[in-house]
């Protein structure tokens, strides 16, 4: 019996789309594609792409371009670097050649992973944290924002599902842009139609056109719906935030093998889905309430991360995140082995366990949390609380921190007390990994 299919989220993770300029030039792994790492399945291994090289004022411009191009839409564009939290990216720097040596002087101007391998056929709506090239040092772009903007635009549309539309006033298009740049409902595609791999009527992905049209691999009609997709994955400009939050896990708690994870989410135009993930994967899609997930009992022991993704009917959503622990059931300090401590009716390292919580550390790597934490004298390995609401273990209390709260040794759940600073999380606190897409790749050539 085939294992049962993954779940396939209908809801994207973040609202936000960075702008790349790769001051400094941008180091790109080859992996899967990952915005948080900067990994890309159609990198050509462990790369470089210079730094954008059209100044300031170039960038402010298509910064502005781009941000005009996304206003209808609950999206957040930034030049500004998300980090490790979930978001999409567009590389608006070096050139093909960089990125793959296979791709030099083949006149690309950008390139995207693709979910779409038949017309309406797309495996995902969307590629979670998604990250897409435009490459803006190539001299084929002769100096020009508008094509910059748009090409950044059509890429990241890409990692959406959208085809190649015909109207040059449409970022879709392979047709040169006139100025604004809108996405449109009701266009037909095929500005890609030409000669591709010695088929004279074929589009980019190897579909028959009819003259200069072909059946739009979006939506499998011969139109597509470009505002209506994208307000389909984040709204419009102004749609309600709903509102998330764990019942269970408690963000800092300690959980038994096999607990049931529970989800409250509301929405003023009601909610339509409600995604739960743990340690970066898609657990479960709850298109309906209860929203509650009863984990695996091979959820192994030690520090785990979940998000509750909660999304209107508006498409507008939200993200609930919690990080807890997993350990053995018990009662009292006593069921638990030796250097073990009783939480939360699971047993947890301890001060006297290596790398238990509250015993003393130097490096994130030195905790079995994965955190280390100092208050400028002391090093103690930590879990998250909330200091409006502590419940850390017997001789530990919520000392208030950077990131919130921590469980730090000999409050005796005190409360309150000075700030103390944390490092990063580590694996258990990442978000999305994303998923490889190498057997479709999309890209935005100069049109001869």
Not at 200 to 209: D, E, K, V
Request: overall charge negative.
């Amino acid at each position: 019996m085939a294992p049962p299919a993954a779940p396939t989220p209908n809801l994207v993770n973040t609202h936000t789309l960075y702008l790349n300029r790769c001051v400094g030039n941008c180091q790109v792994h080859q992996g899967n594609t990952d915005s948080t790492t900067h990994t890309s399945d159609i990198a050509g291994g462990n790369v470089t792409l210079t730094a954008f090289n059209g100044g300031d004022a170039k960038w402010g411009q298509i910064k502005d371009c781009v941000t005009q191009i996304m206003a209808p839409f609950n999206i957040t564009v930034t030049d500004v670097d998300p980090g490790t939290a979930p978001h999409f990216e567009v590389m608006i720097a070096g050139t093909a050649g960089q990125l793959n040596s296979q791709l030099n002087g083949q006149g690309i101007l950008g390139i995207a992973d693709y979910t779409c391998q038949s017309p309406g056929g797309c495996s995902q709506p969307f590629i979670p944290n998604g990250l897409v090239f435009d490459f803006a040092d190539d001299p084929l772009f002769g100096g020009s924002v508008l094509e910059m903007c748009g090409t950044a635009a059509q890429e990241i549309a890409h990692a959406w599902t959208l085809d190649h539309a015909t109207p040059r006033s449409d970022p879709m298009t392979y047709n040169p842009y006139t100025n604004p740049l809108s996405f449109q409902n009701n266009v037909t595609c095929g500005s890609d139609c030409g000669n591709y791999n010695g088929c004279g009527s074929c589009n980019a992905f190897g579909q028959p056109c009819s003259g200069n049209t072909h059946t739009c691999m979006s939506s499998g009609q011969s139109t597509q719906n470009e505002v209506t997709i994208i307000q389909n994955l984040f709204g419009a400009k102004n749609a309600p935030l709903p509102t998330v939050s764990f019942k269970t896990p408690a963000n800092g708690s300690a959980q038994k093998q096999g607990f049931t994870a529970e989800v409250n989410c509301t929405s003023s135009d009601g909610v339509a889905e409600v995604d739960i993930y743990v340690d970066g994967a898609l657990a479960v899609a709850l298109p309906s309430a209860p929203y509650t997930y009863p984990t695996p009992m091979a959820l192994t022991k030690g520090p785990h991360h979940m998000e509750a993704v909660c999304g209107g009917t508006g498409h507008n959503s939200a993200i609930a995140k919690s990080d807890f622990l997993i350990g053995d059931p018990c009662m009292t300090d006593t069921d638990c082995m030796t250097g073990y401590i009783c939480y939360g009716n699971a047993c947890v390292a301890g001060p006297m366990a290596t790398g238990g919580l509250g015993s003393t550390c130097k490096n994130n790597s030195d905790c079995q949390s994965g955190e280390c934490a100092s208050d400028g004298t002391n090093s103690y390995c930590v879990i998250p609380c909330d200091p409006a609401a502590s419940h850390c273990p017997s001789g530990f209390g919520c000392l208030a921190s950077n990131a919130g709260g921590v469980c730090w040794l000999g409050l005796d759940n005190g409360g309150g007390g000075g700030c103390c600073d944390t490092g990063g999380h580590n694996a258990a606190g990442s978000i999305l990994l994303g998923l490889g897409f190498a057997a479709t790749l999309v890209t935005r050539r100069k049109r001869k």
